[in-house]
Nanobody
């Protein structure tokens, strides 16, 4: 059974940094796309950043230059380094791992990020 465990969320002041981690278990994830999404109450979940098995990354325009996604296949872990945080970054952040061609799609439980002074 696949499990995703997120950590690293919390309260930070504007301009500060946080690093989210998502540890996956229950399969070998080196061939999976790994990504971070975020969602505010009453709004649809949106992609923040993704990274393919080959290391290609993509980012939402709102976080380009501030956030960096990375992965450690040996640890089955994906990270999201978030710098220069803004109040608009306040959301619940969700880890996602997927193999669309196999129909695999898994979500973490979410971790709250709050940017406030």
């Amino acid at each position: 059974q696949v499990q995703l465990v997120e950590s690293g969320g919390g309260l930070v002041q504007p301009g500060g940094s946080l690093r989210l981690s998502c540890a996956a278990s229950g399969s070998v994830f080196s061939a999976y796309v790994m990504a971070w999404y975020r969602q505010a109450p009453g709004k649809p979940r949106e992609l923040v950043a993704g990274i393919t098995s080959g290391g290609t990354t993509n980012y939402a325009d709102s976080v380009k230059g501030r956030f960096t996604i990375s992965r450690d296949n040996a640890r089955n872990t994906v990270y999201l380094q978030m710098n220069s945080l803004k109040p608009d970054d306040t959301d619940v952040y969700y880890c996602n791992v997927a193999r669309p061609n196999r129909g695999y799609n898994y979500w973490g439980q979410g971790t709250q990020v709050t940017v406030s002074s």
